[in-house]
């Protein structure tokens, strides 16, 4: 199978028309996330795509997506297509990993030629799978998650940043983790830092240390969390809360992989893996501005985005009894049965606030039941409301979210850092929330 990516459907038909006239079996993709999407679900034998796409001239689109090519299957072999005025382009994309480039507009027994030399060369049988990925970390078995932890199984051991993407409570730290474990830098330190809890004056002495005598209070000499992380791995949490100012100095450290330490004049390398997750709809910030596309490019090599619980109900059981066991032991008590009333009201829940949330319910409900049996009246009395699959639609789920801010409002008495808590979700999020469902408080 041959796959053709390039955003002008008169150059995907006239390929395509070629390529099948030849005996070749053709897929087509007209934008580099349509074309991600293939290769996530399948191995194509080669790759023939554009370097520009709408939205820029910089090729910058394109040699993300050779990037993404290459970490998904390394022996694919892809051609690319430019124009002569984009040669310096295509020798770069040649750098980053392609098998050859040809220059608009080309001639049909160049490219027959050149991919029959592409296909020769790098055939092989695939190899067995001899994965030794552990999984064991992340509870569930919901087809969305599955292809999120096949999708890090196929990434860790490169060096490429990951964007994982997903809502408070999904377990996006989860993921940053089983990423580092099973990393070729798994020796080396995880680090990891809340961009949200950042202002924009602590963000370089933080990230990038000082020396003493650098401002006042700088006692002594501190080294920063890239210095912490040399030869491992850095996760940036909530990176969609870090302001404009900051993201700059993010991006050389990104760019050239170097920084300075406040009040030293000499440049040190970062040899840091880097993996960032927001709860932000970082695409939106884009178009607003609060974000800027270079950072966004870098950042985003790899993305994954993990499904709220509301979307996998049918892994609450798994994740119930995982929690109840954990809960149990620390308690010192004996894990007790859940009726099948209580499990079918967990499911029907909207858990805005995702496993975090539901981690928070099923400590209290063990902690304040006496019993060996939990039916769904104790979950009940800790908030829990009856009702319809919150999934079913964005009405129901909507009021389902407002119903379980609400419950937690009024069994914190009106104090938001405790109502957050309940949720399982942060002030900043529940200030959100508040505001969406037009919640008074």
Known sequence: MLLIVDDDNSVRVSLKLLLKRNGYEVATASAPAEAIAFIRAARPDLVVMDMNYSRTTSGEEGLTLLKQIKVFHPDVPVILITAWGNIPLAVEGIRAGAFD?????????TLLGRISTALSITAKERPESTSSFDRSAIIGRDPKLMLVLDTIERVASTNAPVLILGENGTGKELIAEAIHKNSL??????????????????????MFGYRKGA??????????????AEKGTIFLDEIGDLDINSQVKLLRVLQEHTYEPLGDHRTRRADVRVVCATNADLSDMLRKGTFREDLYYRINLITVTLPPLRERPDDIPLLLDHLLRKVSASAGRKVPEVTEEALELLKRQPWPGNIRQLANIVERTLLVSGGDILDARDFQAQGLAPGE?????????????????????TESGGNLSRAAAILGITRQTLYRRLSKHNIKY
């Open 101 to 109: 480039f040809i220059t608009k507009p080309w001639d049909n027994n």
């Open 185 to 206: 830098r798994r020796n080396g330190p995880l680090v990891k830092v809340n961009l949200g809890g950042l202002s924009q004056s602590l963000f370089e002495s933080e």
């Open 215 to 228: 401002f006042t209070g700088a006692v002594t000499d501190r080294e920063g969390r890239f210095a912490a």
């Open 389 to 409: 699959m919150a999934s079913d639609n964005p009405g129901r789920l909507k009021s389902a979210e407002k119903a379980a801010i609400e419950n937690a409002l």
